[in-house]
């Protein structure tokens, strides 16, 4: 597993990288890491050694944390695992659009941080899961981070992924296939929570377009499922 902290501050990056590798002994990991003074540094070298996580401070000279982590997704790096190191606390929001899967306050705490690499391997292991969809002239393995949102109309459910599959299968039997990061929305839909931009009393909206209903009632149940992920 590659694992990069990016900081200006060498002696915070040593802070954390020794935590690292604390973590990885206890756990068993294998670990190969990586170091940058800046966001500029590790966007000259992302594509020879890109990281499954990055650890990333967000006050830095120059291109700040938040802007490189953009710039990573802007340009596909869809399932990195960003944690931002932050001594403060008002850019939680921005984390967030990011798909930050957390962030951290300075000093690092050495059990939190444990806590969170820990989740972030978790994280990496689901994204390896694959749907085996039975189409009538081929069989379709879809990555479950890839789907979107899941629609029944009949006796047909279509998945919303890269492309679209439909296939007849009850919603239920779809469901159980699935994890945590999916809720079921009334009777028709299945979502996946991490491509949700917005939620209205009457709509969910996605990443890339598009929207799905909320049925009356389904508001509060959806927020929370939203709250506890990103917690």
């Given amino acids: 597993m590659n694992i990069s902290i990016c900081d200006d501050n ?35 070298s992302y594509a020879d050694c890109p990281p499954d996580i990055l650890l990333l401070d967000i006050e830095m000279p120059g291109l700040s944390g938040v802007e490189l982590a953009k710039k990573l ?21 921005e984390g967030y659009d990011v798909a930050a ?3 951290l306050l300075k000093p690092v705490d050495r059990d939190k941080l ?6 972030a391997v978790e994280k990496i292991s ?31 459910i279509t998945v919303h992924a890269e492309r679209d599959y439909t296939l ?3 919603l239920k039997e779809i469901e159980r296939d ?11 839909y299945i979502v996946n929570l991490y491509f949700i931009t917005r939620v209205t ?7 890339g377009g598009g929207a799905v209903p909320l049925p009356r009632g389904g508001y509060e149940k959806v927020n929370r499922a939203i709250i506890n992920m990103k917690g």
């Fill in 10 to 44: 060498a002696d915070e990056r040593g802070f954390i990288k020794q935590i690292v590798l604390d973590w990885a002994a206890r756990s068993g990991a294998g670990v190969s890491m990586r170091e940058y003074p800046s966001a500029e540094a590790l966007l000259f």
């Fill in 73 to 93: 997704r802007q340009d596909g790096n869809r399932l990195l695992r960003i944690i931002f190191i932050t001594a403060y606390s008002d850019y939680i929001a």
């Fill in 101 to 103: 899967l957390h962030y």
């Fill in 168 to 170: 007849k299968k009850p």
């Fill in 114 to 119: 444990f806590s969170v690499l820990s989740r």
């Fill in 126 to 156: 689901d994204d390896g899961k694959k749907l085996v969809l039975e189409l009538p002239d081929e069989t379709a393995l879809v990555p479950i981070c890839d789907i979107k949102f899941i629609e029944v109309i009949k006796n047909y």
């Fill in 178 to 188: 699935l994890d945590g990061r999916f809720i079921r929305v009334g009777r028709s």
């Fill in 201 to 207: 009393r009457s709509e969910i909206f996605l990443k």
